[in-house]
């Protein structure tokens, strides 16, 4: 084989490669947009307040749906029990960051413990990231932040709550919230495991489950 005819069938082979890679990204795109997170459905229902409500059922409920339309029925039914309470409620930060004192890719602060009814807003500093919910208390509803510049979530349902960025979740990128108690800290605990276990950078490898083990008793 000469050199002329070797890159030839290299420039064939490069374009057949990068023509595959373009057809799977489309696809994965068209398949993306299919797919419809509930919160974004329960987001709809509350486009007239400030707040959205949260209470997460987060994957672990989701699971044990059959559908997901059936998990975003419940969702609908569901009253927030912060309308009949009395008292102030009060709103946290959580802002989500390229770089922070305490490494790439965070939330700060990435513990918060908060009262039954208070909010956080999530502010995306550094854009690209998001907030989701991996595992929350039985009867919260689960809760997106869509790569919204701020989102107020409210809180009304106690215990632990474990959420990601969906783009960083590989680099730890996650965050918990407790909520008035840990009632749920052995969910919690498994639901960190499984999230490690896709951690890909050594480093950070154990972050989440340290960030659990330093705040939570
Ligand atoms: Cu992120």
Aim: glycine share 4%; net charge negative; proline share 4%.
């Amino acid at each position: 084989m000469t050199d002329q005819q070797f890159f030839r069938i290299f420039a064939i082979v490069s374009l057949i490669i990068v023509f595959i890679a373009i057809i799977i990204g489309i696809l994965s795109n068209i398949f993306a947009s299919y797919s419809v997170h509930p919160s974004e459905n329960y987001k709809s229902l509350n486009q007239e307040n400030e707040i959205t409500r949260t209470a997460p059922s987060g994957r672990v409920n989701l699971a044990s749906n059959p559908s997901i339309e059936q998990a975003v029925a419940v969702v609908e039914e569901r009253e927030s029990i912060c309308d009949s309470m009395e008292g102030e409620f009060t709103t946290h930060e959580v802002k989500m960051l390229n770089e922070s004192s305490s490494g790439a890719m965070v939330f700060e602060p990435s513990f918060i413990k908060i009262n039954t009814c208070d909010s956080i807003n999530f502010e995306m500093v550094d854009a690209g990231h998001n907030a989701e919910t991996v595992a929350a208390p039985n009867g919260s509803v689960p809760f997106n932040t869509m790569y919204e510049k701020t989102t107020v979530i409210q809180f009304d349902t106690n215990g632990l709550y474990l959420y990601q960025c969906a783009p960083h979740a590989m680099m730890a990128m996650a965050g918990i919230i407790e909520v008035a108690d840990s009632n749920n800290l052995d969910q919690i605990k498994t639901e960190i495991e499984n999230f490690e276990t896709n951690v890909m950078i050594p480093e950070v490898k154990s972050r989440i489950s340290d960030l659990l083990n330093n705040n939570v008793n």
